[in-house]
């Protein structure tokens, strides 16, 4: 059952994409979407433990954690609604890279020759991935791109960010993690629906009531994903729930392949075979320091 929930979680975010797509063709963009999306899961987080409100004020840290998480969600629900499916979820994770340079800055973890294999295999892939038709230096050619890496590191900041403060109440970690998917991204689409900023964005409408129908579904759905992510990794070592949760990246290449979202060539494929080489490399490597000494570590996207 923990392997089946953890699935569950990675399919649901494999296949988000389209469900975004179709509220944005709809006129909700996706940060308005990853708004609503939100605050449900909020919503439930603030009446079953109204408390953690007052050790998230009391807490700078898990500030940091709100700000991680809701860039994470931001970039990546904005990056797979608008361009390469394919593209963005492998440039997300290159996370593995970000992971070894955090960890190194915020918890003064030493370099392993492992953490250095991840390193290479992540750029490498990354490299294979942004490499131009054309040729040419690899740098990310358009706002997905962007948003797939930006995505990525948050996603790193904030795992990094959930073992330095893994003392803290669950609830409280939670309602950071929640917060921040409502914050950052309704921030950000405020921002951009301003007329100072040229109103880059529509105001969030939608066609008719009866959209609300499939938002309220999709809501649910994106909270018992959460639910899943909550019961199977923490009854799961960590390095096993790492590698359950890859079965996102084959779950939205192979839909988008096959729904016209993204195309699946042989350098992104190369890449991407790096780029999951190295997280595998990263769960093998918590399995030996679990081994060691430290507590079980989990790592988890709201």
Known sequence: MPVLALMFNALVWGLSWWPFRQFQAAGLHPLWTTVALYLLSLAVIVFSNPKAWGEFLRTPSLWVIM??????????????????????????????????????????????????????????????????????????????????????FCFALNNVMLRREAARGAHARALAMFLGGVVVAGAAACGMASEAAGALIGWPTLPGAVWLLPLGAMALLFLASNLCLQYGAARLPANVSSIVMLTEVPAAALSAVWLGGGVLDTKTAVGGACILAAALLAAAERRTTATIAAPEQQEARA
């Not at 809701?70 to 492998?90: E, K, P, S, Y």
């Open 67 to 152: 700000a991680a998480a809701g860039c994470t969600n931001t970039a990546f629900n904005w990056g797979v609604a608008v361009g390469d499916v394919v593209r963005v979820v492998l440039l997300f994770y290159v996370a593995p890279l970000w992971t070894v340079l955090l960890a190194r800055l915020v918890l003064k973890e030493r370099m392993t020759p492992l953490a250095a294999l991840r390193m290479v295999l992540a750029l490498g892939g990354a490299a294979c991935v942004l490499m131009p038709e054309e040729g040419g230096f690899p740098l990310p050619s358009s706002l997905p791109d962007w948003l797939g890496l930006a995505g990525g």
